[in-house]
């Protein structure tokens, strides 16, 4: 099957063809791939990126959805990475409000569990520090009872209310990657890296393989950094070094929020070991989260959700909200993400540091392990240690914005009430003007059960680099983890704008269609029994 590719895609192989040198190649498409390349295109350097599956494809579009200081690392006395965290979440909602938006936290307080109200207000007066505002707060009792329904009520003492932020991790990577292309950075997905280059002891380039037509190209380049998350080991072994990742795996449970009801995020401890664990509304659907878990096997496969970890989770709802009887038919959908953690050898996951680190191996700058909500300080890092190489580099944090303002000129736009304006300037930012245009045909309606409008769908499918079926539907927007069996009720509906878009004929569609649910089945609904 001929796949067809779109008009931007092939001028951006044509720019990677008709380049001699760049000054740096990105390996990965996360957010600390982008996150680098945003930083070095802005600071004018020749920047390519290339990802080997599609953009967010990794742990960027499965993670706990959360941007945040990180309580636990407070607690395990890792005062900078909170600080930082902490600071650089109040940066993203600032700068991209819809997109990175406060959520109201709850700690529930039994009798008897650590820590008590008293510690954990201790603990949040540090981190209000940080954030330079107050958000914590004790709640009585009744009141918790009140704004937390069908919570367990034996020994409840009361609840402590806190903040942090959520996002869509997938958007948030293409925001960014819009910000790159805006300073003049090229990228390419579905394009694997197979090897470097290395001339006179020093990684000169790259060999990669466009996997949708199959063509290899030779790309060179003064400085190559792989990003590459829970994979960083793979370049790093052909050059001889040793393997330092320490794959985690976390999975998640998608539930419709009329079975488990929360207006805000409840912080809880499981009650088999005690692990921190989070349920939280997203997307208009509540998630439960998240395992902690070695995933040794690290393949182009899709990480998922093991049946035990069903059954963990389920627990751990059915133990904080015992009147939910939550049961295995209640879930839509199920994710799972691999966290790139720099291994210390400790013999509990969740015990494992989640700082980031750097090498670099005769010009192979490798990064890995970090937050998604440091991926600026990273990026800046990254910069560090590439400035051996590329003179003139600035990797001092003098307060760059990580967005550029963003505006709609649409007279569409002004048809949205103000939510919706908010959502959708977060989400596309300066691209929101072809959103609009994108409603001209759909009109503003939502795709039912969803928060995504029709059009945003076909926007994706005309302007994002679309090159398979669940990268729009499980990346570009998240229909696919919100809807009854990935969304085939609307198979109709989505035939007609891909093929409108993507011109694909009715072979290729069903071809993406089938492919998609495979991929659905298998990697987002539930293992078989």
Known sequence: MDTWQSPGRLHTIQQITQTKQWDMVVIGGGITGV????????????????????????????????????????ASGNLKLTSHSVKERERLMNEAPGLVDLMAYSWPHYKGQFPGPKVFAMLLAIYDKFAGQKYRHFVKRDETLYELPGLSEKGLIGSTRFADAVTDDSRLVMRVLNEAHNDGAVSLNYCEVKSMIHENNHVSGVIAKDNVSGEEYTIKAELVVSA????????????????????????????????????????????????????????????????DLDNPEMTSMEPFIQASEVDYL???????????????????????????????????????????????????????????????????????????????????????????????????????????????????????????????????????????????????????????????????????????????????????????????????????????LSTWQRYYSLPAS
């Open 228 to 291: 590459t998350g829970a994979w960083a080991d793979k370049f790093r072994k052909d050059m001889g070094q040793e393997g330092k990742i320490r794959p985690l795996r976390g999975s998640h449970l998608m539930v419709q929020s009329w079975r488990l009801p929360c207006a805000q995020a409840i912080t809880l401890k499981h009650p088999v070991d005690g692990r921190s664990m989070f349920i939280y509304p997203w997307e208009g659907m509540t998630v439960i989260g998240t395992t």
């Open 314 to 516: 389920l627990t751990a709802a059915n133990h904080l909200f015992p009147s939910s009887k939550l049961l295995k038919k209640d879930i839509v959908a199920s994710f799972a993400g691999v966290r790139p953690i720099v291994s210390g050898g400790a013999l509990n996951p969740s015990a494992e540091k989640r700082d980031h680190t750097i090498w670099d191996d005769q010009g192979l700058i490798t990064v890995s392990g970090g937050k998604l909500t440091t991926f600026r300080l990273i990026a800046l890092d990254v910069l560090k240690a590439a400035s051996k190489y590329l003179t003139g580099l600035n990797y001092k944090d003098i307060g760059q914005n990580i967005f550029n303002a963003a505006r709609a000129g649409s007279h569409y736009f002004d048809l949205l009430e103000s939510q919706w304006q908010r959502r959708l300037l977060g989400f596309y930012g300066q691209q929101v003007d072809g959103v609009c245009a994108c409603a001209e045909d759909e009109g503003w309606v939502l795709v039912p059960g969803t928060q995504t409008f029709w059009a945003q769908i076909r926007f994706a499918a005309r302007a994002e680099a679309v090159v398979k079926l669940d990268d729009l539907l499980l990346r570009r927007t998240r229909i696919g983890l919100c809807l009854d069996k990935g969304g085939v009720q609307f198979e109709e509906k989505i035939k007609h704008i891909c093929q409108q878009e993507m011109h694909w004929d009715d072979s290729q569609w069903q071809q993406q269609w089938q492919d998609y």
């Open 35 to 74: 996150g680098v390349a945003r930083e070095a295109a802005r600071q004018g350097l020749n920047v390519l990126l290339l990802e080997q599956k599609d953009f967010a494809w990794g742990t960027s579009s499965r993670s706990s959805k959360m941007v945040h200081g990180g309580l636990r690392y407070l």
